[in-house]
């Protein structure tokens, strides 16, 4: 989707990370030819797993961890004012992530607070989520949210 996304815009995409560390995106991206300097992550996932935030990592702001949903919050608007100016959009891998470790009624608030914060800035949001894999309460808030869905088909394993 990210290579996609690179192919068809200049966006600076800006990929919240609860589900898979930035560095292993970072080389997973370059070994398959996506342009990671338009790329700039917030990790939620590093720091928790390791106890500690690599130094010297560029395009990247460590949050301590995936349930500090304040410290994200900070993160995302620090990073929006940081390229204001410049056409991004947020990636938020995943809200089913998320719920590992947030309940879904603090999710849903800090999901309406970044949608609201993106609409204001008019800056586009994809949100990837298992439909099957959240409550269907919290799927028909996260649809109320959003200006579009986009559904992926199951693929065969057979």
Known sequence: MINEIQKKSSLLIIIICVN???TFLMNLYKKNGID???IYFIDAITQYATGTAPKNVENCIFVSK???LT???????????KF???KSLIFLDSVNAMLIHSSSLD???FI?????KLRIMNIAGIL???ENGIDPVLFTQLTTFADDIVEFPEEDAG
Do not use: C, N
């Open 20 to 22: 898979q560390p930035a």
């Open 128 to 130: 990837l989520a298992i």
């Open 112 to 116: 309406h607070f970044i949608i609201s």
């Open 66 to 68: 995936p349930s500090d």
């Open 107 to 109: 999710l849903t608030k």
């Open 36 to 38: 990671t300097s338009r």
């Open 71 to 81: 410290s994200m919050g900070i993160a995302v608007t620090k990073t929006l004012h």
């Open 84 to 86: 204001e100016g410049d």
